[in-house]
């Protein structure tokens, strides 16, 4: 059980475009989910925090509107990198929570490249 | 603030020797935490947790952590590595921060395994 799934695991898109990450929880319904960013060779940043049906909540300096972030279900939050530029290119991996424990499960990762 | 220290970047032991990955967690309450395993360009797999209890937890893959809490610390320890350990390792606290449980992560320390 508590598995989540994060698609698509690899996308190229052009300098200028947005890209959607979809993040879903597969046996259990999350009420809190969180989208983070990882570079090469380092730790995972927290981007924002969603729940079920209300706005994301997102850390000192992420960009909400570059970042837009959508859950509108208790099994799927959407990640939209609007716009996007090089320097977004990253890792992104989402994880779900089931209330009222801290306890998250993360994806697999998606690698966005921006050309 | 919350924060989580890993005070090594990279290890590097020999199959079949042990192996302790030290964490440092610096929170004002009691803490929840977390050991976690990230092969390259994959997801977040939990190992182990420590909520409350038995201070000596038991994870899988014959993973072992011990809360000192005089020390601030959750340790990662195995008695005998194998090829297939070889990965990147996250410790985690969970803290309460705007309204929900997320997780602060150390670092990242990377065990390479020499056969």
């Known amino acids: 059980g508590a598995v989540v799934s994060q698609h698509p695991s690899r996308v190229i898109c052009k300098s200028g475009t947005s890209v959607k990450i979809e993040c879903r929880s597969l046996?259990?319904?999350?009420?809190?989910m969180f989208w983070y960013r990882q570079f090469p060779k380092q730790s995972l940043m927290l981007m924002a925090t969603?729940?079920?049906?209300?706005?994301?909540?997102?850390e000192q300096g992420v960009e909400k509107d570059k970042f837009l972030i959508n859950h509108a279900s208790l099994t799927l939050s959407t990640l939209t990198v609007t716009s996007a530029h090089p320097e977004d290119s990253s890792f992104y991996i989402c994880?779900?929570?089931?209330?009222?424990?801290?306890?998250?499960?993360f994806g697999q990762g998606t690698r966005l490249t921006v050309v | 603030a919350q924060s989580v220290t890993q005070p090594d970047i990279h290890i590097t032991v020999s199959e079949g020797a042990s192996l302790e990955l030290r964490c440092n967690y610096s929170?004002?309450?009691?803490?929840?935490l977390f050991w976690y395993v990230q092969s390259p360009g994959q997801g977040l797999q939990l190992l182990l947790k420590?909520?409350?209890?038995?201070?000596l937890v038991q994870g899988i893959k014959g993973f072992e952590a011990e809360f000192k809490r005089s020390q601030s610390s959750f340790n990662l320890r195995k008695p005998s590595v194998h090829w297939s350990d070889a990965a990147e390792y996250f410790c985690?606290?969970?803290?309460?921060?705007?309204?929900?449980?997320?997780?602060?992560f150390g670092q990242g320390t990377r065990l390479t395994i020499n056969p």
């Open positions: 046996d259990f319904q999350a009420t809190t």
């Open positions: 994880s779900a929570r089931v209330a009222p424990g801290p306890e998250a499960f």
């Open positions: 969603s729940n079920e049906g209300s706005k994301a909540t997102y």
């Open positions: 985690a606290v969970g803290v309460l921060g705007q309204g929900a449980q997320k997780l602060v």
């Open positions: 420590y909520f409350s209890g038995d201070t």
């Open positions: 929170y004002g309450a009691t803490p929840y």
